[in-house]
């Protein structure tokens, strides 16, 4: 239950307004208990409601609307809202809320008439005793369904931290930082109470380094990359099939043979339960699909957003939101790029043909940078071909390990290759690098270990070192 406590707006407002609605509402309360003899009802209960809102929201409008416009006009975003700011645009969003919310029990299939359709949520005063008298108060009540509904669901509810629009606010403390208005709390302790109050206790100081690195993720800018989505798209809409993106249809279940043939019959069964739960497989793969697309789809047109970003137990930070970001699959990585470009520069330039031979593996991905960047420039004509028919060409892109990534760079590079100065070309691109085997990394640092170190790239060497290979040959 919601309270609208109308005697904390200013008082240029209370008077006229709250006067105003209360007496409407106490005639119009009178009048309807007077006839509550359906034979000597003049007008219909939905009529008397219809018009009851109509009068408040004109009241609502003339005395407030104006008023939450120019507060919202001038404000300055990078200061929090008043109380008097919140009060009114609260009133406002409550009103737009009764007005468009509607709820409908279930029908009984046996039963004539039209559907009971009624307010998801009411508007009734109560008054409230206190020691030092009682005052009335304006109320929003929901229907007794829309709560039971509430009760049933709140325990599955999934905050959806989507991406920010303007930069996260900067981390302060455990539960001060991140969203504006979300519950943002600095680690994910899912539930494990002595690791929060752990983190409650520590000193802030020694905080200030994480915060830092938290506010510097969060603060990177972000856009989606339309000419990859397109191509996503597309695949999608055909059916998938390509690169990682699974088939949209399920595979139908193998006919029931017609014998008694207990082999058969198992075999049967057998197949029956394989191909159930490769669909029940697919089902998962494409709804994580969708959901990454309808993300992109919707923040394609930005001109960027922004990750807040927390940590896990173990103390490694990742996006809040879990869906599209950075640090997920090719789909995701081929999908986001940086939303303020650099120019590549020369070795900007060969850290792109580096770059397209990491994403395409095979093996490619072990050579040395100068064998990568030749492996780029050996293949000029597919990666041109790619970048300008990346589904009616060749289609040289769907052989690499991570195919939308390397499209993704096959369509940067072309234009900065084809370019009469490919060094002043902007590029978006993020170049991936990951760590080798980081536990063994600080091991390797922590016992001054030159062999260990060498086996997971901690010292230089002319191509990637491979620590399990190194193990898998001793």
């Given at each position: ?32 208990a007077?006839?509550?003899n ?49 009060v ?54 929901c ?20 991406p ?85 249809d ?8 017609d014998?008694e ?65 950075h640090?997920?699959?090719?789909l ?92 002043t ?41 491979d ?8």
């Amino acid at each position: 239950m919601a309270v609208l406590e109308w005697y904390k707006l200013p008082a240029i407002l209370v008077k006229p307004l709250s006067m105003r609605i209360h007496k409407f509402l106490e005639k119009t309360k009178r009048k309807n208990a007077m006839n509550k003899n359906p034979e000597k009802e003049t007008e219909p209960v939905a009529k008397a409601e219809d018009r009851l809102r109509k009068k408040v929201n004109v009241l609502m409008k003339k005395q407030k609307l104006h008023q939450v416009r120019e507060i919202v006009k001038h404000h300055d975003a990078s200061k929090p809202w008043g109380q008097d700011a919140q009060v009114k645009v609260g009133c406002r969003l409550i009103q737009i809320m009764m007005e468009t919310a509607y709820i409908q029990p279930p029908v009984d299939q046996f039963e004539d008439g039209p559907p009971d359709i009624r307010p998801a949520f009411v508007h009734t005063l109560k008054t409230v005793e206190t020691q030092r008298g009682s005052r009335r108060y304006g109320v929003i009540e929901c229907d007794p369904l829309v709560r039971k509904g509430l009760e049933r669901t709140a325990k599955h509810m999934v905050i959806p931290y989507m991406p920010m629009l303007v930069p996260p606010l900067n981390w302060t403390g455990y539960d001060r930082g991140a969203y504006l208005f979300l519950p943002s709390y600095i680690m994910r302790t899912h539930g494990a109470k002595q690791q929060r109050e752990a983190l409650r206790r520590c000193p802030k100081q020694q905080l200030e380094p994480v915060f830092q690195a938290l506010d510097t993720l969060g603060s990177t800018k972000w856009r989606v990359n339309k000419r990859v989505l397109g191509v996503i798209d597309r695949i999608w809409a055909s059916g998938g099939r390509l690169a990682d993106l699974v088939d949209r249809d399920d595979i139908p279940l193998p006919e029931e043979p017609d014998t008694e043939d207990e082999r058969e019959i198992r075999k049967w069964k057998w197949k029956v339960n394989n191909v159930k739960k490769e669909n029940s497989e697919r089902h998962s793969q494409r709804c994580d699909i969708e959901l990454k697309l309808a993300v992109a789809r919707k923040m394609k047109d930005e001109e960027g957003f922004f990750y807040p970003h927390n940590l896990d137990f173990r103390g490694r930070a990742y996006p809040m939101h879990p869906h599209l970001n950075h640090l997920g699959s090719d789909l995701c990585r081929g999908i986001l790029e940086f939303a303020e470009g650099r120019p590549l520069g020369n070795s900007g330039l060969n850290w792109l043909k580096i770059h397209l031979a990491n994403v395409y593996g095979g093996g490619v991905d072990k050579l040395s940078h100068e064998g990568r960047a030749a492996f780029a420039e050996n293949h000029l004509e597919d990666i041109f071909d790619s970048a300008d028919r990346p589904l009616e060409g060749r289609r040289w892109w769907l052989n690499a390990e991570d195919s939308f990534q390397c499209l993704a760079t096959c369509m940067n590079l072309s234009e900065a290759l084809r370019s009469p100065s490919p060094e002043t070309t902007m590029s978006h691109l993020p170049i991936h690098q990951d760590g080798s085997c980081n536990g063994l990394q600080h091991y390797a640092a922590l016992g001054r270990d030159k062999l260990g170190a060498a086996a997971v790239n901690l010292v230089a060497g002319e191509k990637p070192a491979d620590v399990y290979s190194g193990i898998a040959a001793r």
